[in-house]
Nanobody, 124 residues
Framework: QVQLVESGGGSVQPGGSLRLSCAAT????????MGWFRQSPGNVREGVAA???????LYADFVKGRFTISRDNAKNLLYLQMNNLKPEDTAMYYC??????????????????WGQGTQVTVSS
C-alpha cells in the first residue's frame, strides 16, 4: 500500500525558508504526477505546486517565485523548497500522488494518496 510521509515543517520568521520532504513507500515518484497542498483551519485544501512524471512543474500564483518543487529520483524523495515565507503561508502541508484528475488540473486535490501533513508556521 502506498504511504507518504512528510517532514521538514516548523516555525520560521517572515522572510525565512524551509524545505519540506516527502518520502514514499510502494510508489516511485518518477512514474506519475505528484503535488504539494496546504490547508489552514477554516479553509479548503489548496494546491501549491505539482510535478508530472517528466518533471514539468506547475505552481499556484501565490507561491510563484518563492517555492520550488523538485524530486530526487535516486532517493525517491519529493521536495518543496519554500523561500521568503509569509505569515499567510502558515498551514499544514501535504504531499500527494496517484493523480486521477483531468490533464492540466494537477493543482486540484484529485489525488489518490496523501501524507499525514507537516505543519508550517510563519510568524514574528
Amino acid at each position: 500500500q502506498v504511504q507518504l510521509v512528510e517532514s521538514g515543517g516548523g516555525s520560521v520568521q517572515p522572510g525565512g525558508s524551509l524545505r519540506l520532504s516527502c518520502a514514499a513507500t510502494e510508489y516511485t515518484f518518477s512514474s506519475g504526477s505528484m503535488g504539494w497542498f496546504r490547508q489552514s483551519p477554516g479553509n479548503v485544501r489548496e494546491g501549491v505546486a505539482a510535478m508530472d512524471y517528466v518533471g514539468a512543474t506547475l505552481y499556484a500564483d501565490f507561491v510563484k517565485g518563492r517555492f520550488t518543487i523538485s524530486r530526487d529520483n535516486a532517493k525517491n524523495l519529493l521536495y518543496l523548497q519554500m523561500n521568503n515565507l509569509k505569515p499567510e503561508d502558515t498551514a499544514m502541508y501535504y504531499c500527494a500522488t496517484g493523480f486521477r484528475g483531468a490533464p492540466g488540473a494537477r493543482l486540484d486535490p484529485a489525488y489518490a494518496y496523501w501524507g499525514q501533513g507537516t505543519q508550517v508556521t510563519v510568524s514574528s
